[in-house]
């Protein structure tokens, strides 16, 4: 990437957000809008400010549970992911179900994650994880399902097992897809975690504004609705350079390597 092209590719997003911002304040102002409806992003930072300790102690909580639940669904997704696309018997029996299974509501799960493991740090990350085994499963199982029957039947010409196909040829090739599906389950299971903190938990970013909620303290939610931004999109930048460094060889515009 060009040095001129990365400079225009970090100003830009902060030229956008800082007008935007600047907008929203004017809006507020301008049309003297209550703090129960929009607040302004000045009352934001002054709840973020006054409950700042709070904040960052149930941010960090809430961010070790999404870790954790990432990080399960990240191994059992690749493993899952490579045997739906790797045997066509395992893809019959299995990807029907899996399709099933994530239709189902994820706020109707949590509850029964709280009735058998009570309130606690248990229901978020299994609802973490949950949420964003998903697209791993999906994106793994599609970059193996793609690899070439010419290029199979060469490799085994040339005395190449199932196994030695999977690794050398397989594999890498997926990693691009695998990358995809990271990015997006990160930010799914931010989701996950949250969702269930504001249903039942006494931790966490979700409980605060959940806490914030019942108190018609606005600010105080947008406040954690902007940490929660910030933690999301800090993670899916350190994805997307893991990924230019370990896929550099797939990126055909090194421009778009953060989109």
């Not at 100003?11 to 301008?30: D, S």
């Not at 029907?96 to 978020?124: D, E, H, R, T």
């Not at 998903?134 to 005395?159: K, M, Q, S």
């Not at 350190?238 to 953060?258: C, D, H, N, Y």
């Amino acid at each position: 990437m060009r040095l001129k092209d990365a400079g225009i590719t970090v100003v830009a997003p902060v030229l956008f957000t800082v007008l935007l911002f600047a907008l929203w304040e004017a809006g507020c102002k301008l049309f003297a809008v209550a703090p129960t409806v929009l607040p302004a992003p000045s009352a934001i930072w002054a709840a973020y400010l006054q409950f700042q300790k709070p904040i960052i102690e149930n941010s960090l909580y809430t961010l070790w549970n999404t870790l954790i639940g990432f990080a399960i669904a990240t191994v059992f997704g690749l493993l899952l992911g490579i045997a739906v696309g790797w045997h066509k018997a395992v893809y019959a029996a299995i990807y029907p179900v899996l399709i099933g299974f994530n239709s189902v509501p994820k706020v109707a799960v949590v509850p029964v994650l709280i009735l058998w493991f009570g309130v606690g740090a248990v229901p978020a990350i299994i609802t973490a994880f949950l949420i964003s085994f998903f697209p791993i499963v999906v994106n793994v199982a599609t970059g193996l399902a793609t690899t070439e029957p010419e290029l199979e039947d060469v490799l085994r010409a040339l005395g190449a097992s199932k196994t030695d196909i999977l690794w050398n040829v397989g594999l890498p090739r997926t990693m691009p897809y695998l990358f995809a599906s990271l990015k997006i389950a990160i930010t799914l299971a931010f989701v996950g975690t949250v969702l269930s903190e504001t249903v039942a938990a006494n931790r966490g970013i979700g409980n605060v504004m959940m806490i914030a909620s019942g108190n018609f303290d606005v600010p105080l939610v947008f406040a954690g609705l902007f940490i929660l931004a910030i933690l999301g999109v800090g993670l899916y930048a350190i994805f997307s350079l893991i990924e230019l460094k370990v896929t550099g060889w797939a990126q055909r515009k090194t421009e778009f390597a953060m989109v």
